[in-house]
C-alpha cells in the first residue's frame, strides 16, 4: 500500500464532493486568514509606534511635573544643564490655540520650546531659519511651523515674514520645518514651535508644563536620567511629584502594551483556526457514517485497519492543509491592502505565515485524528451490512 | 484447504443472545466446488462470513490452507482477505465513484503492488469476464450483470486460491445470473476453491457437492 495511491483515493473522494469540501475548508480558510492579518497589522502597528518614538530624537529624557504647590520655573531648568551626562534641555509649554492667517485658521497644538527644543526633537529647517537664544531671551513673537500648517494656512504662498495670530497675539513666522513624515501617532508636520517664554506669559504661568532633557549618548543616558531624578527628589522632596520616563522605557512599555495585543488578537483568531478544526472533525465524522459501507468494501477485500486510517487522515490533512494555504495567501493580501489603507508598513512575516499554515494542518490531523479512528475501528461484517 | 470445526456464532443483543450458529464442522477441499442452500435467516452468510474471514467464530476452530485462522489479528486477517479470498456479494458491492478498472484494482493495491503491473492484471481479469469494452464506466453506467462481472474481475484480480459468492445470481435476471454461472463454473475447471450460496437449487446442482443449513445446524450433504 502506498502513500500515492492512498492520497490519490483521498483527493477523488474530496473531489466528488465539493461544496462540503469548500464549506468545510472555509472554517480553516477564515482561521488562518485572521491569525495572519491580525498579527501582521499589530506588529505593524507596534513597528508604527515605535518608529514615531524614535523619530522623537535619541537619548531623550522627559520630566512631567505634576506637583500643585510647588513648580519649575523657567529658570530652574537651566539647573539641569550641569548634571552630568546632560548635553542640552529645553523646558516645554504646550497648549491648545487657534491660529488664524487672514480668513484661514487651524486649530493646533502649539509648542513653547527654548533655542535647544527643535534640534533635540529632530525638527530640521526646512526654509527661514530656528528659533535663537535671543528670541527667547527677549520674548519675540515669533513662530516656527510645520509643513502641514503652513500648507493649512498659506495654501501655496510663502509663510516667512508672515504674520499669523496665536491665540489673539500676532506673531511672525520665520521658519518653516523639514518634512518629518507622519507616523501611528499623527502628523510630526502639523506643528507650531515657539520660544516658550513668550507663550508662557501671553498664558500668564511662569511654570513649565514639562521639560525634556538630552543625554550627551545613549550610553550615559542611564546616568543622565539618575541625575535628573536625584535633583528632581531633592528639589520636591517627593516621589509622585515628578515623572522621569527615558525613550527607552516608553519604548519597552509600549512595545510590551502592543506586543500583548498582538499576542492577544492572535489568540482570539487562533481559536477561529480552532472552531474551523472543529468543522473538520464534525465533516469527517458524518462522512464517516455516510461511508461505513464503502469502508465495509474496502475492508473486505483486503484493507487494513492502517489504511483505512491513513486515507481518512489524509483527507482531513488535505483539507486543512488546501485550507490553510488558501487563508495564508488571502491573508498576505488583505494585510498589504490593509497596511497601505492604514499607512501602516507591513513586512512580510514569514514565521507567522509559516506557523499559522502548520498549526492549520496540525488542525487538521489531529480533529480527524478521532473519525479516521473510528472508521479504521469498524467490524467489516457490520459496515457491510449498513445501508 | 478449508476445515471449520465445531464452530458456533452467538450474537449479543443484550437482553437474549441469539446463537445463529450452532456447531458446524465442514471441510473444503482444494478445488472443490462446493454449494450451499437453505432458508432464510438459517445463518448461511454468516457461515461465509467467518469462512471469509469477516468475521470471528464465538468458538470453534478454523483452519485455512491448514493454518488456525482464528487466533489471527485484525491485521493478519486483512492480509488473508486480500490475498487468499475472492468475495462476490449479492449486492456486488463496487465503490460507487470508482470506474470499473478502478474497482478492480483495488484489491492490488491495498497488496502494495506497482500501479504498472496492476493495471495489466486488472485488464486481465476484465477480459476474462468479458468487459474490456467497459473499463472506465463507473457501477451506475452498467446493468447488473456487468457490475456483477466487474464485482467477479475484482475478485479474481489478486488471483486467490478461494471464491466465495454469497447469493451471486440473487439480483439478476435468468440471463445475467446464468452468465456469471457460466463465469464461476469456468473458474472451478481452473480450480479455484469455490463456496457459493444460493437458493436456487438448480444453481446448487451445478457444484460438486451441497450442504443444507438449517437452524445454524448442517443438515444434509448431498454429492451431486
Ligand atoms: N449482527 C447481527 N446481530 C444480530 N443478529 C444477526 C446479526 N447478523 C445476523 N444475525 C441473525 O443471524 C441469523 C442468520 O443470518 P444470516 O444472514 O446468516 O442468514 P442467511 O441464511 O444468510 O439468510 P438469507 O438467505 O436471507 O440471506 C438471522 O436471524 C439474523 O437476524
Ligand atoms: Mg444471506
Redesign the interface.
Known sequence: ??IK?VTKMAF??II?NKMRTFLTMLGIIIGVFAVIVLISLGQGATAGVTDSISSMGSNIISVNVFDRKKSIDFNDVYEFEKLEGVKNVTPVYTSNVTIKYELETTDVSVTGGNENYLSINNYEIGSGRAISPVDVDYRNKIAVIGLTTAENLFGKDDPIDKEISIGGEKYTVVGVLQDKGSTITGDSNDTVVVPVTTIMRQSGTSAVNSITVQANSAEESVTAKENVENYLLDYFQDEDSYRVFSQDEMLNVLNQTTSMLTAMLGGIAGISLLVGGIGIMNIMLVTVTERT??I????????????ILIQFLIESSVMSGVGGIIGAVLGVVASNVISNMMGITYKINLPVIIGAFGFSLAVGVFFGLYPANKASKL???DA?RYE | MIYLKDITKTYDMGSVQVQVLRGITLHVAEGEFLSIIGPSGSGKSTLMNMVGCLDVPTTGEYYLDGKEISTYNEKQLSKIRNQKIGFIFQKFNLLPKLSALENVELPLIYRGMSSKERKQRSIEALEKVGLTDRMSHNPTELSGGQQQRVAIARALAGDPPVLLADEPTGNLDSKSGSDVMNLIRQLSEEGKTIVLITHDTDVAKEAKRTITIKDGLLLDNIIN
Open positions: 500500500m502506498n495511491s477523488q473522494s466528488s459501507r464503502e465495509g468494501i474496502r475492508k473486505a477485500i483486503g484493507a487494513g485497519r492502517a489504511n467490524k467489516p461484517v457491510l
